[in-house]
């Protein structure tokens, strides 16, 4: 992994790790931005500072051993989408390399899930209880244009459902994660709304969701990231 340019982009010891301390990127309207990490009792925090001095991103989370579990991501922007998530995202993903941390493991807010999934974070699904829930959220949707997904979640409710244990023919652990994503891939591919709209109560699961992105997903997907980090003028690359 490397580093391209010191004076950009500079790594620090806070508490027992080695954090960014000094980063400088720019926004989707080229604007610059500065990032910085500070520790506050038993978090840390990555700040996004513009070029008023003001706090425009916070990124809170902890860190246990290898995992750095994401706590909550806050971007200060009048609504606008002006890649400052995506800026603490890449920031997270510096930390995590740097340190040779396993993943970044976060509880989505059920709003925030296709970002997350935009950057390769896999959803883990941990009940059959909450299997159920998603399936039958894609099953009702009358959208026409999701038809494949609505009647291959309904098979898939009625398999679990009525046999009352997942089978050894189908591990819906390890297939549903995949339908998740192929599903709100979909729904970005067709300009269809996640969240509730005037004119739509929108195509969301109505809860939750734990997601992770490991380092092996992080090094697959390398290409992807690099051109993240050069669109935002970091001086890193995997």
Same mark, same amino acid.
């Given at each position: 992994?490397?580093?391209?340019?010191?004076?950009?982009?500079?790594?620090?010891?806070?508490?027992?790790?080695?954090?960014?301390?000094?980063?400088?990127?720019?926004?989707?309207?080229?604007?610059?931005?500065?990032?910085?990490?500070?520790?506050?009792?038993?978090?840390?925090?990555?700040?996004?500072?513009?070029?008023?001095?003001?706090?425009?991103?916070?990124?809170?989370?902890?860190?246990?051993?290898?995992?750095?579990?994401?706590?909550?991501?806050?971007?200060?922007?009048?609504?606008?989408?002006?890649?400052?998530?995506?800026?603490?995202?890449?920031?997270?993903?510096?930390?995590?390399?740097? #340190?040779?941390?396993?993943?970044?493991?976060? /509880?989505?807010?059920? !709003?925030?899930? @296709?970002?997350? =999934?935009?950057?390769?974070? &896999?959803?883990?699904?941990?009940?059959?209880?909450?299997?159920?829930?998603?399936?039958?959220?894609?099953?009702?949707?009358?959208?026409?244009?999701?038809?494949?997904?609505?009647?291959?979640?309904?098979?898939?409710?009625?398999?679990?459902?009525?046999?009352?244990?997942?089978?050894?023919?189908?591990?819906?652990?390890?297939?549903?994660?995949?339908?998740?994503?192929?599903?709100?891939?979909?729904?970005?591919?067709?300009?269809?709304?996640? #969240?509730?709209?005037?004119?739509?109560?929108? /195509?969301?699961?109505? !809860?939750?969701? @734990?997601?992770? =992105?490991?380092?092996?997903? &992080?090094?697959?997907?390398?290409?992807?990231?690099?051109?993240?980090?050069?669109?935002?003028?970091?001086?890193?690359?995997?």
């Amino acid at each position: 992994m490397t580093i391209l340019n010191n004076n950009t982009l500079q790594l620090a010891n806070i508490g027992k790790y080695k954090l960014v301390n000094t980063l400088k990127a720019i926004d989707n309207n080229s604007n610059p931005v500065f990032v910085t990490t500070i520790k506050e009792n038993d978090k840390f925090k990555t700040l996004l500072i513009n070029k008023e001095k003001s706090i425009i991103g916070v990124n809170s989370f902890k860190i246990n051993e290898k995992f750095f579990n994401g706590s909550r991501m806050d971007s200060y922007s009048n609504n606008e989408h002006i890649g400052l998530g995506e800026i603490m995202r890449l920031t997270s993903i510096i930390n995590v390399i740097e #340190n040779n941390f396993r993943k970044i493991q976060i /509880f989505s807010l059920n !709003e925030a899930i @296709p970002f997350h =999934l935009k950057y390769k974070f &896999i959803p883990k699904i941990q009940t059959d209880d909450s299997m159920l829930d998603i399936l039958n959220r894609i099953a009702s949707s009358e959208e026409k244009k999701l038809n494949n997904y609505s009647k291959k979640a309904e098979e898939m409710f009625s398999d679990i459902f009525f046999n009352g244990t997942i089978t050894q023919e189908h591990n819906y652990y390890e297939e549903l994660p995949d339908f998740i994503i192929s599903y709100v891939n979909k729904i970005r591919e067709e300009k269809l709304p996640w #969240n509730k709209t005037i004119n739509s109560p929108g /195509f969301n699961f109505k !809860e939750d969701l @734990p997601m992770e =992105l490991t380092t092996q997903n &992080i090094k697959d997907n390398k290409n992807f990231f690099n051109n993240l980090f050069a669109k935002h003028k970091i001086d890193y690359r995997i």
